[in-house]
Structure formats: C-alpha cells, structure tokens
C-alpha cells in the first residue's frame, strides 16, 4: 500500500517584526492584555514579499531538506485565503518561482486557517491512489493585508508566514495515517473577510468591509469544541492513545485555545508546541511552520507519530496523524 511520506520540511517567516510594544502605538491596547488573553507577544509582517514569494520560500527549504530537484514534483497543492491574485492560483506562481516542471499539476484551497491539513488531505488521496508521486503541500497567509489595523480585537492576533511539506509516494508504514476534514458554512459569518475586488456597477448590494471580521468569543468555544471531536476522530481511527503521540501539533490562534485541548487530552506540556508567542497566528501557514520548527529543533525524529488540528474561517476544522 502507497503511504505519502513526508519527506522534507521548510517554512518562511518576513523580517519585519512587530511587537505588542509596537501595536500600543496603534491601537489601544498592552503587552499585558494580548500576551494574557492569547499568548502572543509578536509577529512577522510581510513588507516586501508577497503570498507566494513566502510560499516559493518555505517550498524550496522543503525542497532542500528531502533533496528533490523541481522536474520531481508533479503536484503543488497550497493552502490560503490571501492568495497572490484573484487568479492564477499561489500554487501556479509558487511554480513558476520555483522552476517547477511544466505540466505538474497547481491548485490552491481555501479553508482559512485549516488550510494546510486541507491541502494535505487531498495531497495524500493523489499519492495514495498513485496519481502523483512527488507532492509540495504549502499553508500560507498574508493576513497583514486583510486586518484592520485599526481594530483592536482582531489586529493583535495574526501574523504572516508560510511553511511547506514534500510528500513522496512510498511502501512501508512511515507517512500520512489519517486526515479528517470537515466544515460547517452555517456558521460563516463567525469568521470572514470579504472580498478586495470593488463592487461592480450592476452589483445592488455589496459588503462594505473588505477586511476581516471575527466573532471572538464563540470562534473560541466552538474552536475547543471541533478540535476535540477532530482529534477524538484521528485517535480513533489509527487505535492511538495519549502515550503514542509523540507531538500535538495544534493551530496556533490562542495559547487558551492549546491549553483547553491538551488538558482535554491529558497531555504533558512537553507533548504539545507551541510558537504562538513569536508569529501569532500566520492562519494556514501555522501548522506548517510549527512542524518545521520542531524538526530542525529535534523536538520530533523517524518513527515518531505527530498529531495535527486546525480550525478556522468556514467554519472548518480538520486534523491529521503522521508517523514520520
Ligand atoms: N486590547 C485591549 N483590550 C481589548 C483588546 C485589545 N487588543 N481587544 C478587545 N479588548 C477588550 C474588549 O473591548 C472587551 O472590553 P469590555 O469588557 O470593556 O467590553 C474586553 O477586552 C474583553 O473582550 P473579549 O472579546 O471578551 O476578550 P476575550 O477574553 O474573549 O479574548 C480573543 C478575545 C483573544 C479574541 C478570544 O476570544 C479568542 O482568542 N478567540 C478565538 C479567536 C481565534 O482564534 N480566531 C482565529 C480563528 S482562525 C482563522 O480562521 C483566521
């Protein structure tokens, strides 16, 4: 049987740094109440890069670090809800940036902050049924683009970054083990950005705000609620217990979020990352960035089995297990 095996990690964050210090100058808030709440104390914001500028950059450390070459990969899948245009797709910048050969197949998907384990659920269908061999799965946001950073309940929490996984079709028992990804639409206005395009003249009605929009509160519980389910569901699937997990990867929006699951889970502190406090919540490059991370740290080695959930604008949720 074809596992998707992960090969090689890479991520991206930009230079530029903006503190909680920084936002008091813009917005009135403190350190003190960002770094309580959420966890945060700073972020990355993109100033002379773009979405797949950070995705052709996370892509080619991943690239590196599994030593493939661009003519291997025949699938670019990347996960965003800020993408370069309106159209291409990331993924067909990302393969032009990156001399990927001409005729692999790119596409993008949107499922906000579950993103990547989105894009890597569909990843692993193409190489589990043998229609892709070499697969880059990329999770990235440019929410500095999309905040109203006049806003001080939501500026403070994002950040932007990318981070990219390559995939190859292998035998054994090292790879993909489960992905369940789901969504609730009902509950979109919980979560959302509309879109950057200006109101055509036939158009009657048009949603005035192009910047995001957030329900904190009951994006909050019902975040602890989809992740548990998500998290039951991949455990269940694969006969895991608490002891088999090596590292709890969550989405990194809220350190209260992270510390609900994991007491949910009866996790030690040690078996869950978190980097929150240094990028924020970079949206579908968090998950992917964090893996990364935790690789090139030795937090994680061959044979280790990583937990991933997600959830995020839709709503969706969504979670993974992999044996590296
Ligand atoms: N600085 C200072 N005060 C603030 C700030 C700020 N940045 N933001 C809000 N406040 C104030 C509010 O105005 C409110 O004041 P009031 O009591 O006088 O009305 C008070 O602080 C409390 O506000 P709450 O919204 O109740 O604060 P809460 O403890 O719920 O924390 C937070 C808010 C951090 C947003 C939390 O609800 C949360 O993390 N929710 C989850 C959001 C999330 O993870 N979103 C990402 C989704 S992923 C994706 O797809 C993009």
């Known amino acids: 049987m074809l596992r998707a095996r992960l090969i090689g990690t890479g991520s991206h964050v930009p230079k530029k740094i903006l503190t909680n ?5 813009l917005v009135e808030t403190s350190d003190d109440w960002i770094s309580t709440r959420t966890g945060i104390r ?11 500028d950070m995705a052709a950059k996370a892509a080619k450390n991943a690239m590196k670090a599994a030593g ?6 025949d699938l670019i899948v990347v996960g965003t809800v800020t993408p370069e245009m309106c159209f291409p797709s990331t993924a067909c910048f990302v393969q032009s940036q990156l001399g990927i050969k001409s005729g692999a197949a790119a596409f993008d998907v949107s499922a906000a902050c ?4 989105y894009a890597l659920d569909v990843a692993d269908r193409y190489i589990r049924t043998g229609a892709a061999a070499k697969a880059l799965v990329i999770g990235v946001d440019r929410f500095s683009r999309i905040v109203d950073w006049k806003d001080r309940s939501t500026c403070v929490l994002f950040g932007d970054g990318a981070g990219a996984v390559v995939l190859s079709a292998e035998k ?9 990804i789901h969504s609730d639409g009902r509950h979109w206005e919980m979560l959302y950005a509309d879109s950057p395009c200006p109101p055509s ?20 519980k019902i975040a602890v609620r989809t992740m ?5 569901e991949a455990m269940e699937t694969n006969g895991l217990t608490p002891e088999d997990i090596s590292l709890l990867i969550p989405h990194q929006a809220n350190l209260r979020i992270i ?15 978190t980097n929150l406090d240094r990028y924020g919540n970079t949206s579908a490059g968090s998950i992917p960035l964090a893996l990364d991370e935790a690789v090139r740290d030795g937090r994680v080695k061959g044979g280790d089995i990583i937990l991933f959930v997600s959830f995020g604008g839709g709503l969706t949720w969504a979670s993974s297990a992999v044996r590296l």
């Open 114 to 117: 579950s993103g990547f384990l």
């Open 68 to 73: 493939v070459s661009p003519r291997d990969i």
């Open 201 to 220: 003249p036939f158009e009657e009605k048009h949603i005035s705000s192009r910047y995001l929009k957030m329900n904190g509160n009951e994006t909050f």
């Open 42 to 52: 700073q972020r990355h914001i993109a100033v002379d890069e773009t979405t797949s």
């Open 259 to 273: 510390n609900a699951i994991r007491d949910r889970l009866k996790l030690p502190d040690d078996k869950v990352y």
């Open 228 to 232: 548990g389910q998500a998290i039951g």
């Open 172 to 180: 054994g028992t090292k790879g993909v083990l489960s992905c369940h």
């Open 21 to 25: 210090h920084d936002l008091e100058k």
